[in-house]
């Protein structure tokens, strides 16, 4: 891997949403190897979202969610949809994960209010930038689209 | 811009191509190189994964596999030396694998005046994917990889894009 540390990582907790096991394997160890070490894991959109909600109520969100666009039950984008009418992330950074890479499909998904998009296969240098910049915009207090 | 399924073969190949290459050469650090053949060539002891596209009239049918041997060195790449299921960890890689794939055809194809959609990948018993339109093979790693493509439509003759 040629990325390096990612300044602030060690002080950024993320959730990772992906039903894929290789893919979780894959990005935590690349998380890892950036400096991450509050990783976080839900399986399904349904699981993620009742995650979210208890961190709401305790009061300690996530900064960052990696969301994968395609899961069986709740999708992503249906999550990413969800979080952004309630209100309930308006703070959190959410960077969508997914196999398509039609205009599209990214157009739809900024609109739906994502930070930004990884296209699959995820690609370090990929991951590291729009990491990096979530969080600085996360320091600056804003999740606006990178 | 319209164009036919036929038409769409040959950019079809670049794109399985183009796309297997990424995912080899991010995931698994290995390259991998498609021949495309007229006519199926069995696989051996094989792990097969399928994911479908469909649009109206059309269905298309993408399967891969990956035979044992290179399915087991694959596994050991990403897990390491992890405690999970090792037929879990496969299944998880080739799944994914089908749906990176079958997901850009989809790009390709819906960039192109089609409407396709998709489902999701799941680890099936049969290869089968003949569908007498348009079928496409493709090999590697010394056959013990394949990607089969077939597409088709309800009525005879090749789809136009509306």
Redesign the interface.
């Known amino acids: 891997m040629s990325s390096g540390i990612l300044p602030d990582a060690e002080e950024t907790s993320i959730l990772l949403v992906d039903d ?4 979780r ?2 990005t935590i160890s690349m998380l890892e190897h950036f400096g991450f070490r509050d990783i976080d894991c839900a399986v399904s959109g349904m699981e993620a979202w009742e995650r979210i909600v208890k961190m709401k109520s305790s009061g300690r969100l996530c900064d960052v969610i990696l969301l994968d666009w ?1 899961m ?1 039950g709740m999708s992503g984008y249906d999550l990413l949809r969800r979080c952004r009418e309630d209100r309930i992330l308006d703070d959190v950074a959410i960077i969508m994960l ?5 205009k599209r499909n990214m157009l739809e998904a900024i609109k739906a209010g994502a930070t930004s998009y990884i296209t ?5 240098e990929e991951l590291f930038a729009k990491l990096s910049q979530a969080v600085a915009w996360k320091k600056k207090g804003s999740h606006c689209a990178v | 811009m319209s164009i036919s399924l036929r038409e769409c073969e040959k950019e079809v190949t670049g794109v399985v191509n183009q796309t297997l290459k ?2 080899f050469r ?2 698994f650090g290995m390259e991998v190189d498609l021949e495309k053949f007229h006519i199926d060539r069995h696989l051996s002891d094989a792990v097969t994964s399928r994911s479908t596209l469909s649009d109206k009239d059309i269905l298309a049918i993408v399967a891969l596999s990956i035979e044992k041997g290179l399915m087991d060195d694959m596994v050991a790449k ?2 390491k030396t ?1 405690s ?1 299921d090792h037929d ?2 496969a299944q ?2 080739i ?2 694998i089908t ?2 794939v ?3 055809v ?2 390709y194809l ?2 192109h005046g089609f409407d396709f959609g ?1 489902g ?1 990948p799941e680890v099936v018993n049969s290869r089968e994917t003949k569908q007498g339109d348009l079928e496409m093979f493709f090999r590697a790693q010394d056959n013990r990889l394949a990607i089969d493509i077939g597409v088709e439509k309800e009525q005879s003759g090749y789809a136009a894009a509306p």
């Open positions: 894929n096991l290789m893919t394997t894959l395609n069986p997914t196999a398509e890479n039609q699959k296969p995820i690609a370090h | 990424e995912i991010q995931y990403i897990f992890s999970c879990e960890a998880s890689c799944n994914e749906n990176i079958t997901a850009r989809k790009t819906n960039e998709m999701l």
